[in-house]
Each structure stands twice: as C-alpha cells, then as structure tokens.
C-alpha cells in the first residue's frame, strides 16, 4: 500500500518553460514533505519543503504547493533548465507525531530538452 | 562543508556472505537514518539512530539486518547471510538536531551491493 504516490514516471518539457511535478498522499497523518532530486549514481539532493501549516514555499526557481484537503502537493520549477533533468522524489514524515522516517514515492524522471 | 560519505561505493558478494556498510555523517548531526532503494522505487525507511540509539528500527526487513551507532557518529549496517533479495542501494542520511521537527534529511551517494 503506497502512502505516497508520483503517478508520472516521466515528465518532459522545453528550456525555459515551467515544470510541475505532482504528488499524492494517503495519510492523514503526515505534515512535513519534502522534494529530493537525484542524478544517476549520487545520492538523493534536499531541494524545498513544506511543513503542513503553510500551503505555499518558494526558494528560488523552486515552489512547492501543498493542497491538505486534497492531499497533494506538487513542485514547480520555472525556468526549467537542461541541468534540471534528474529524477524527482517527493518524501513525507509524520513529523509531528514523532516519526523522523520519511516515505517516498517512486519518483518522476524530469527531462529539459534545450 | 563534508557532506554524508559511505563506504565501500560498491560492494559485491555472494549469497550467505556477511557485509558491512558504513556510513560517516555530516559533523554535529546527531541523527542519522539507513534506507534502501531497489531498481524503479524510491528509498525505504530501514532504521534511525538519534545519538548512539536505535529510536525506529521498524524498516528493518528481518533479523539479519542489525545497525549500530556506537558513539553517535559514525554508523555500520550489518547483514548476515545475504539473500539475491538483499542487492540494492544503501543509502545514508544524516540530519541537524534543530529545535521543532522538521529537519530536512541529508543523504550520502550510497552503497550499491549486489548478491550474486
């Protein structure tokens, strides 16, 4: 049974347009996400989060989106860059609850084609 | 500054061997935390040490997986009698004892093993 879930395996997009990567959740009890990227053979690199009292955090390129009642965020990246081109992970702990363990989903591969 | 480093990069063996996999945190975080990612699905949770003890160790697959932490730095992951099932990417991550919860976890590039 999968708490977090990326249902797009990939996602393409052109040099300079906006990515928007998505993930849902199902439980009730999770108030801290998080987005990871990752290129081939590195480990996974912190980018933004969100705890569960805002619905909105900018850094950057980088926004992250979190709809409670609907139980999903998603991360947007505008411009996109050609560097940008990774798989995305997006991650949530019960934070609150005293869980530190994160749940991932599987992961969108992002490509930015130039 | 030094990020998370693990050791060996890869390590190959064969099925019923015993490894060990270590992993070096970024200096002054005081937890860290083991997940293991297989081929087409994101990390999964295995164990998380605050200090020197094991405060979730619920993703611990079976009993021959075990993990210590000796003195709240460095951290060896030990399995026994491999399985072909166990070959995957250890990950590491350690994270800053900051005031509240939410910490952001900080992850090293891994140990690929393989059981052949």
Redesign the interface.
């Known amino acids: 049974d999968q708490q977090?879930k990326q249902n797009s395996p990939s996602l393409s997009v052109q040099e300079g347009r906006i990515s928007i990567l998505n993930c849902d959740y199902t439980n009730s009890m999770f108030d801290?996400f998080?987005w990871?990227k990752k290129y081939p053979?590195?480990?996974?690199?912190?980018l933004i989060?969100i705890?569960s009292i805002k619905d909105k955090n900018e850094d950057g390129r980088f926004t992250v989106f979190l709809n409670k009642s609907a139980k999903h965020l998603s991360l947007h990246i505008v411009p996109s860059q050609p560097g940008d081109s990774a798989v995305y992970?997006c991650?949530a702990s019960a934070?609150?609850g005293?869980?530190?363990?994160?749940?991932?989903?599987?992961?969108t591969k992002l490509t930015v084609n130039p | 500054g030094a990020g998370?480093s693990q050791t060996p990069s890869n390590k190959v063996t064969e099925k019923g061997k015993y490894v060990e996999l270590r992993c070096d945190p970024i200096s002054g975080h005081t937890?860290l935390?083991w997940?293991r990612q297989s081929l087409?699905?994101?990390?999964?949770?295995l164990i998380?040490f605050?200090g020197t003890g094991a405060?979730?160790d619920?993703?611990l697959p079976n009993d021959r997986f075990f993990a210590v932490r000796p003195e709240g730095s460095v951290s060896t992951l030990k399995i026994q009698r491999t399985e072909r099932g166990d070959s995957a990417v250890y990950?590491c991550?350690s994270?800053p004892n900051r005031q509240g919860?939410?910490?952001?976890?900080?992850?090293?590039?891994?140990t690929r093993l393989t059981v052949l």
């Open positions: 977090v801290y998080l990871y053979a590195e480990g996974p690199t912190f989060s705890s992970f991650a934070a609150q005293g869980s530190e363990k994160l749940v991932f989903g599987k992961g | 998370v937890a935390y997940y087409g699905q994101g990390p999964e949770f998380y605050q405060a979730d619920s993703g990950l991550a994270s919860p939410y910490n952001e976890q900080f992850f090293g590039p891994g």
